[in-house]
């Protein structure tokens, strides 16, 4: 399932009122687009990630690196397709900060925050990185790759859609369809919370988020009848 932000955000209905009264209010008071936000150990101002709203996207402008996720996002035991389509707007030529999509999130609000994550940055590269509390595992270090679009010149604005998908025994991760990197999907934590994860000072629009069962695979051409 494919639905813009505005979309999602209608069928949640923050801050509708109506009969019944009987339902609690949150605990805390959820961001436009029904996200949550936490930073990065060590940064005390949830103030400079700031979260907005518009009928195209989901804007995530960051001064310190933080989490974004929304409540609902949560991914399940079996095949999945975790996948977002992000734009970046006034970043400099082969800036080196990333963003990108996690999964697997739990403990998202506390220093024991645990998820695994793909990213690219401005400069045409690409990393996944596994997280667990103060600790974070190198799956793949900053490497480069076609498939990432990056900013050349000034003024590009580069938009890249990133995919986690599962499927049998396999997880593959995927920059605009291209599969940058496979693992097996026993070596990686899945379930749990699934967002986005913006670095310091970026300005990124999500305009299309999907959790899902994957597509059906793709027969293949070249065999005969």
Known sequence: MRLLPSVLAAMLCVGCTGGGGDQPPPEEPLLPGGY???LDPGRSDPGQFTVGETPEMVRFTTGPAGLAWRPQDVVEPGDVLVEGT??????????????GVFVGGRDLESSD???????????????????????TE????????????????????????LGIQARGA??????????????GVSDVELQGLAG??????????????????PPPPVADSTSGT
Do not use: C
Not at 86 to 99: F, I, K, N, Q, T
Not at 170 to 183: D, H, I, L, Y
């Open 86 to 99: 992000l734009h970046v707007y006034g970043a400099p030529v082969d800036y080196r900060e990333g963003y």
């Open 113 to 135: 925050a645990s998820y695994a994550y793909l990213m690219v940055r401005p400069s045409g590269d690409f990393t996944i990185r596994e997280r667990r509390g103060d600790v």
């Open 170 to 183: 396999e997880v593959a991760f995927t920059v605009n369809g291209a599969v940058v990197f496979r693992m």
């Open 36 to 38: 949550r936000t936490h």
């Open 196 to 213: 986005i994860r913006v670095n310091h000072r970026l300005d990124v629009g999500l305009t299309t988020w999907s959790l899902g069962p």
């Open 138 to 161: 190198t799956v793949v270090d900053w490497t480069p790759h076609d498939a990432v679009q990056g900013v050349g010149v000034d003024g590009d604005e580069p938009v890249n859609t």
